[in-house]
């Protein structure tokens, strides 16, 4: 594949990602909009029923991305462990600071921007990306919050819920009736433009007080996550097509559930949305570097 074309199915998958956002940006602008229906909805409904239609498909077999949930799990501990000696540098608590840093938007932005620049086979894999950062995020990531959570209140949730139920449909082999299947479908891909337009919605609340530290965490982000991706691809490696998902999976930008999670647990909040938002802001220059070269 020369520059030019490169360049063009650049163009063809970050445009219509921004696009969406773009959309939703301007019209929170116009009109404020309350997400907090729309986006419980994506989380308990269309992200569970995307999980299980992928995950309950014929072509899906858990066990052929072994490697790739491994390397992907590797990245994100890995990025909490390179940016945890940061903290005391940057004057942040390490529970500010080292979740945004470890757990990325994998789905808002992941899920599509695989898709796009991939094709529909890539799908099964951005699912599984953001189920296996999700994972983390709500065992690993609540547990450094919180010591005191929960296992049982983890296994409630839908997309659990929808993973387990997968797993199991994937396991055993079994089809879903062609009926159920196409409304379990068509639930599911509400979820990703659902996804991006809140997101845009999200970039209206930028809280500039804390810039410094967004710019310096929009770096530190991919930066961290693409230092592991290549240090695994080194020692232990993956096949060229799985290193540039990869890769991809890497450099994406913090996600905007760390926003939510910091302010449930009251953890500086407000820095966390910097770093989030601010960090979102900077992928979609960051974000195409990386599909240049993975591409």
């Known amino acids: 594949m020369d520059t030019s074309e490169v360049f063009f ?43 299980f239609s992928v995950m309950a498909a014929k072509e899906f077999h858990i066990a052929q991305y072994q490697g790739l949930i491994i390397a992907a799990a590797c990245v994100v501990l890995g990025s909490g462990l390179l940016v945890w000696p940061l903290c ?29 620049a991939f094709g529909e086979k890539a799908l099964p894999i951005a699912v599984v990306l953001f189920l296996t950062e999700n994972l983390l995020h709500f065992t690993v990531g609540m547990y450094l919050l ?25 396991l ?8 159920i299947g196409v409304s379990v479908d068509m639930l599911g891909q509400i979820s990703i433009p659902l996804m991006l337009f809140a997101l845009g919605v999200r970039m209206t609340e930028v809280d500039l007080s804390h810039w410094k530290l967004g710019v310096i965490s929009g770096f530190l982000c991919p930066l961290s996550g693409v230092i592991i991706a290549f240090i695994w691809q080194l020692t232990v490696g993956l096949s060229a ?55």
């Not at 445009?15 to 404020?32: H, Q």
């Not at 005391?88 to 990325?104: C, D, E, I």
Request: proline share 8%.
């Open 9 to 51: 199915q650049i163009l063809n998958t970050v445009f219509p990602l921004v696009s969406i956002v773009l959309v939703g940006f301007v019209y929170a602008r116009v009109r404020p909009t309350d997400m907090t229906v729309a986006n419980r909805l994506n989380m308990s409904v269309f992200i569970p029923a995307l999980i």
């Open 146 to 170: 919180d010591p005191k959570t929960k296992i049982m209140n983890i296994l409630k949730m839908p997309m659990i819920i929808a993973t387990i139920l997968g797993l199991i449909w994937s």
């Open 172 to 179: 055993q082999g079994w089809t879903l009736a062609p009926a």
């Open 88 to 116: 005391r540098w940057l004057g942040v608590s390490a529970k500010t600071l080292v979740p945004p840093m470890m757990f990325n938007n994998s789905g808002n932005l992941g899920i599509p921007l695989l898709v796009l």
């Open 241 to 295: 097509e799985n290193f540039a998902y990869l890769l991809v999976f890497a450099c994406l930008p913090p996600a905007v559930l760390n926003y939510m999670v910091a302010e449930i647990y009251q953890q500086e909040p407000h820095k966390v949305a910097s770093m989030v938002l601010i960090g979102n802001l900077m992928s979609l220059a960051i974000v195409p570097c990386v599909l240049f070269y993975a591409l």
